[in-house]
């Protein structure tokens, strides 16, 4: 997940975006005119209520929201589901960008990471760029930055998590130096499909 993205889910979230709203007829027009590039369904549960956050070739961003309760926007995106990859996103991710923490880093399971990460050919699948499992006791991490994929194992989880959350350290560096940042948790999701 870029920056940006985050950045327009956080201000739309907070009541502070200046992003388009779109219902039905538009989200059509996207879609025969084929420039949607992300579809992000944002899960409110301290509202009970379900977002999208469209992302079009250009980098503009389009918000679907329900005029009437969850039902109407999920039921408008429910014929969008076999043409596009919804990334489904919490808006504890939101509130974790809103103390200050980014990247945020997410913690998926160990039976998910093959569908984000294909280790024979190091390629991320996954819409996050920042992410790592347990396996046994090891943790394994990728990392992308500027389109280049890395990948890791750990013998600590937060060893893990720092070297997802700081691009400029590398593996060495951080077993050489036991210094760590005292927040390294509260920049974690835990990933759930």
């Known amino acids: 997940m870029e920056k940006r993205e985050i950045e327009v889910m956080w201000s739309y979230y907070f ?20 420039v949607i590039k992300k579809i992000y369904e944002v899960i409110d549960s301290d509202f009970d209520e379900i977002w999208y956050l469209i992302r079009d070739e250009k980098e503009k961003s389009y918000i679907i929201k329900s005029k009437c309760g969850n039902f109407y926007a999920k039921d408008i995106m429910k014929k969008y589901e076999s043409e596009y990859v919804f990334f489904k996103v919490s808006t504890e991710v939101i509130k974790i960008f809103d103390k200050g923490l980014y990247p945020v880093v997410f913690k998926v399971l160990e039976k998910e990471y093959s569908s984000f990460y294909n280790d024979k050919k190091n390629i991320n699948n996954a819409f996050f760029n920042n992410y790592y499992w347990q396996s046994g006791n090891e943790y394994k991490a990728v990392r992308e930055y500027r389109n280049k994929v890395e990948f890791e194992v750990f013998n600590r989880e937060d060893d893990a998590i720092y070297w997802c959350s700081n691009y400029e350290k590398t593996k060495a560096n951080i077993m050489k130096n036991n210094i760590r940042p005292l927040n390294l948790n509260e920049m974690v999701f835990e990933y759930k499909t």
Not at 15 to 34: A, F, N, P, Q
């Open 15 to 34: 009541g502070m975006s200046k992003v388009t709203m779109i219902w039905e007829e538009d989200m059509e027009k996207l879609h025969k005119s084929k």
